[in-house]
């Protein structure tokens, strides 16, 4: 399997652990993330690393149950050292309707997530 696509899957396990059942290690998760790291929520908020790393955090168990299906996890393009990897993210908590949001994230070396936006279906 890629190793962009990997990671996708590797890293929404993290964070489905981490939000849904407060398992993992907090500074594994942050350390996926590149220092430059910027996003754009499925609402049109914008983060950085430091807002990141504060939402995680604040949201350790947060959303009990949660789970996070990929789907579609496409490679873009690819470089040397990087890649762009499109994917589609389904979420769900017990007692709640399922959101879907598709996401694009670029990757830098080192698999580093440097940016990632994410848009409500």
């Not at 929404?12 to 059942?21: F, K, Q, T, V």
């Not at 407060?22 to 983060?47: E, I, Y």
């Not at 950085?48 to 149950?65: I, N, V």
Request: proline share 6%; hydrophobic share 40%; net charge negative.
């Amino acid at each position: 399997m890629n190793q962009y696509v990997q990671e996708t899957i590797d890293a929404h396990i993290a964070i489905e652990n981490w939000l849904g059942a407060g398992k993992g290690d907090l500074k594994a998760l942050l350390n996926r993330f590149s220092p430059a790291f910027s996003m754009v929520t499925p609402g049109g908020a914008k983060l950085d690393y430091s807002t990141l790393c504060a939402f995680f955090e604040g949201q350790q168990g947060a959303r009990p149950g949660l789970k996070i299906e990929l789907e579609e996890i496409k490679v873009v393009a690819e470089w040397p050292a990087g890649a762009v990897v499109s994917y589609s993210e389904r979420h769900s908590l017990p007692g709640a309707e399922p959101t879907l949001r598709h996401s694009t994230v670029v990757f830098t070396p080192g698999l580093s997530w440097l940016r990632l936006h994410e848009t409500a279906a």
